[in-house]
């Protein structure tokens, strides 16, 4: 019989790209490994373009910044820290590469609406849930009546589901000034709206806590919660 140590051991399991995390991928990528990389443009393209495009004015603007942004990934991925979520470093790319385009686009600087940028019948490869969120009413009317920092703010919380901590990070805010900035634009968009009769109540589907916009229209006011190092997280 033979000992233990004569019996070779198993090759170790490799887990297959797919399954593999944002944060293992890139780690992955800043070894030189394409394919990891590849993944991670797979996972993140459709949702970095539907960021981009409620900041840029034309769709082809928003599909250019889409791939630098991903070409300077590619060049910085070796500084990427995998403490913080892949996610949120991707994105504080994309937000410096539009807030550049805008200072050098102002003031011509006109955002199209999700029916006039998407056909009904269009697909870019997002997920249903995001062909959900693109085309609320709530978030058409966010990106008529908000300023750009403060929709790119209630984008962040609500369609990329991030932190407080990531959203000051991206938008190079403090905490407390990304919540006042979430409860200002949450405010403004309540109050928009009431003025055109929408039932805000029913909008829950374009991706907003419908209860924080409630507590602005029914008059309580959440102010008082906003510099609170609790709350949003």
Request: proline share 4%; glycine share 6%; net charge neutral.
């Amino acid at each position: 019989m033979a000992r233990k140590k004569d019996i070779p051991a198993r090759p170790p399991i490799q887990v297959p790209l797919s399954e593999r995390t944002a944060e293992e991928l890139a780690v992955l990528a800043a070894r030189d490994n394409v394919a990891a990389f590849a993944e991670l443009v797979v996972r993140f393209e459709a949702r970095l373009f539907n960021f981009l495009l409620r900041r840029v004015a034309l769709r082809a603007d928003a599909e250019d910044l889409t791939q630098e942004a991903f070409v300077r990934a590619w060049e910085r991925i070796e500084f990427y820290d995998p403490t913080w979520r892949f996610s949120t470093w991707l994105f504080t790319i994309a937000s410096r590469l539009a807030v550049s385009k805008h200072r050098r686009d102002r003031p011509a600087m006109h955002i199209e609406s999700a029916e006039q940028v998407f056909g009904k019948d269009a697909d870019d490869g997002s997920d249903p849930e995001l062909n959900a969120r693109r085309g609320g009413v709530l978030w058409d009317l966010a990106s008529e009546i908000l300023k750009p920092e403060q929709h790119t703010a209630l984008w962040l919380r609500y369609a990329e589901d991030m932190g407080v901590t990531e959203i000051a990070r991206v938008l190079r805010k403090s905490q407390v000034g990304v919540r006042v900035c979430l409860f200002r634009a949450r405010q403004a968009l309540a109050k928009a709206a009431k003025a055109r009769g929408y039932d805000v109540e029913e909008l829950a589907e374009a991706g907003i806590d419908a209860s924080e916009l409630t507590e602005v229209t029914s008059g309580r006011s959440v102010a008082g919660r906003v510099p609170s190092v609790g709350g949003e997280s």
